[in-house]
Each structure stands twice: as C-alpha cells, then as structure tokens.
C-alpha cells in the first residue's frame, strides 16, 4: 500500500504553502456590526470594507423588528417544507416580490446557497451554463456542480458571449446564462440590456446575481430593484433574480424572485432550499423590516451615491488608481499581494480597515484593495480615509517602488 501522509501533515503542507505565496488570511474579530465604526481586534477603526450600503444593520427600526421576530421563535425549527415556514417568511416574500416587480419569491437561507440551487435546479446533463469569468464563486460552484457543459467569456465581453451562445445552440439543450448585475470585487455593472437581447435571440435564459444592486439602484418605478431595473428591463428579460438579504439589507439570507411557475418550481426541485432548516423568524423580520426602510428612506441611497461621487472626485484628484466603477464598492488595483497587504495594514495601523482581497478570490496579478462605501459615511470620514491611504501608498511606495 502506498503510504499516505497524515491529515494533520498534510494540513500543515498546504497552509505552509498558502502563508510562503503571501495569501494565508486571517479572521479579524469584531465586537458588533460596523456603524461604520467598530472593534477591531479590540481597536476602534473606521470601516470601509462592509456590505451594508444603505447602513441597515444597525438601523434601530431594523433592530427592534429583529428583536419583536425572535418572539415567534429562535428557530424555524425544521425545512420550509416540513413545517418551517412561517406567515412572516410569506410577508417577506410577498415584500420582495413587490419591490422588485416579480410575480413571486422565494428566500434562500444564503446567496451562496440560492445561486447553487438554483442552476441545479434549471440546468444539467445535456444542457449549457454560460458565465463571465469574473463571476462571483457561488455562481462558478452552481456552474461546476450542475453538470451542464460549463462554458465561459471574458469579463462583459459580448462577443465572447455571442460565440459561447452559439456554441451551446450547436450542442442542444437548454442554456442558462449566468452573470452578477454588479461584479463584487470590480464594482462595475454588466451590460444587462445587451445581454438580454442577446439570450433573447438564442432563447438562453438570463439569471442575474443581484447582490450588490438589490437595494441601491433600480428604476424610477422600482427604485430599489437592482441593476436589471436600472437597465431598463424586466422579469421578461432577465426571467431569474437573485439577490442577498445581508448587503444593503444589512441582515443575512437571500431570494430568488420570478414568475410564480419558477418559484413553483424551485420548491421541488432546488435542494439548498429543500434540504435545509428554514430561515430563523427573526431574520425575515428584520430583513422584512428593512426593505420597508429601503422604500421609506430613499435618502439613503441619495446619500450613497453623493458618497460615491464624493469619494471618487476626491480619489482622482489625489491621482489614486481607481477602478471603472459607479457602484459602492471601489477597488484600487495594486496587482501585487504583498503590496496590499502592506498598504492594507499600514491603513489599520491609522485606524482605517478596509478590505485587502488577493487570488484566489480575484485573478492573480488583480491584488486590489476593497473599499465599500455607505451612506452613513460622513464625506469627512471619506476624506479622512483618502488621505490616509495617499500617505499609505505614498510610504509603502517608498519601501519598495
Ligand atoms: C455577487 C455575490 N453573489 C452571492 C454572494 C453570496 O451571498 P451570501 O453572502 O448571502 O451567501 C455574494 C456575497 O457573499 C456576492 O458578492
């Protein structure tokens, strides 16, 4: 018998390797969610690196509903299916159906989750996935684990798209295109429209991950719909919608939303749905809770975009290498990891946490910094944060130019 190498050996190789590369990560422990402020490792440092855009986990409406939804219970208690779904995960439902202009919905206890069970769910052996390659991991797993033919183009290239469209429609079946409305560590938006016109001519079926546009953009009439809103289209047009309850909605969980025969369908057939506990109450409630502040409070999202103009005028006129991105999340490409690592740190160290994302999360020599804005960023704290990371950037420059 070959011998083999203990687990614990073996554990110890691979993350020796991970540390030697540069691109070992490290949990950073927080005493509660980011106001923008917080605790950091037991330091109070201002973040920039959170996904609550509309500044909703910490909104006290958002809070006390939370609380009042844990008197239904702490937990589900067993799958939707079995006896885990309640009237207020329904009302959740019904609520998101309504801002996002879907016939139906239908929550998924993560984005993660919603996004593999769904593509398994729509496609398999014999048929087609068709992805950007800067596609968020959820989408790539869905895609992996599908058994479809896994087909890919280059980020928001549409005639890389064309070319994989017509190669499905020479192999047969039915072909699914899968794609994030707002790319996650890019910041930028798919061209939805031309895409959609695109699936339309080849009868693909467009699926759009809306996790970072769900809340923050939208249409006059649904203003907080997401970036298929924003580009001028509909449930026709992008037939399947996903999007997270723990980005603008400050809580946790996700949906897909659609016409009531996909909903339909995803309760038999999606097994992350299925097989899983349901959503806790409280979490409904108080996700349900902010999608009424996000209707309520539209001057939140009018302080987020002032918030990003604000930072990216400031960010080019200090000549920092901003990326092409109107959204609220803002790399600065640096390209190599050792250098973000080192800028990221040199920011902590002035009291500044910001996200530093290496490979495998982008591709290698796309090292970047992760700056996520809110609207409960003041524009002083902004600009705080542009000097800081001038003088950073300046020093670690200076080390190693
Ligand atoms: C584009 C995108 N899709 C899906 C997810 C997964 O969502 P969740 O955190 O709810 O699992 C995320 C973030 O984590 C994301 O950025």
Known sequence: MTPTRSLEETLRLRLDERRARGLYRQLKTLAAAPGPQAMVDGRELLTFSSNDYLGLATHPDVIAAQQAGAALGAGATASHLVNGHLHIHRQLQDAIAHVT????????????????????????????VISDKLNHASLIDGARLCGAASLRFGHSDLDGLQRQLGRAADS????????????????????????????????????????????????????????????????????????????????????????KALIDYLVQFARPYIYTTGMPPAVAAGALA???????????????????????????????????????????????????????????GRGFLVG???????????????????????????????GALAESLDKIRAVAP
């Open 101 to 128: 202009g879907r016939e139906a919905a239908l929550v998924f206890s993560s984005g993660y989750m919603a996004n593999v069970g769904t593509i398994c769910a729509l496609v398999g052996r014999g048929d087609n």
């Open 356 to 386: 530093a994302i290496r490979p495998p999360t982008v591709p290698a020599g796309t090292a970047r910094l992760r700056i996520t804005l809110s609207a409960n960023h003041s524009e002083a704290q902004i600009d705080l944060l542009l």
């Open 290 to 348: 902010a999608i009424g502040v996000m209707q309520r409070e539209p001057e939140r999202r009018a302080r987020l975009r002032r918030n990003i103009d604000h930072f990216r005028a400031r960010a080019a006129a200090l000549d920092l290498p901003l990326a092409e991105s109107a959204s609220a999340i803002q790399p600065l490409l640096l390209g190599c990891e050792n250098a973000v690592m080192a800028v990221a740190a040199e920011l902590q």
């Open 172 to 259: 047969g079946g039915n072909t699914l295109v899968a794609v994030d409305g707002v790319y996650s560590m890019d910041g930028d938006c798919a061209p939805l429209a031309e895409m959609a016109a695109l699936c339309r001519a080849y009868g693909a079926w467009l699926m759009v991950d809306e996790a970072h546009g769900f809340g923050v953009m939208g249409s006059a009439q649904l203003p907080s719909a997401g970036s298929i809103a924003a580009a001028g289209l509909a449930q026709g047009d992008a037939p399947v919608m996903m999007g997270t309850l723990g980005k603008a909605a400050g809580n946790a969980g996700a949906f897909i939303a659609g016409s």
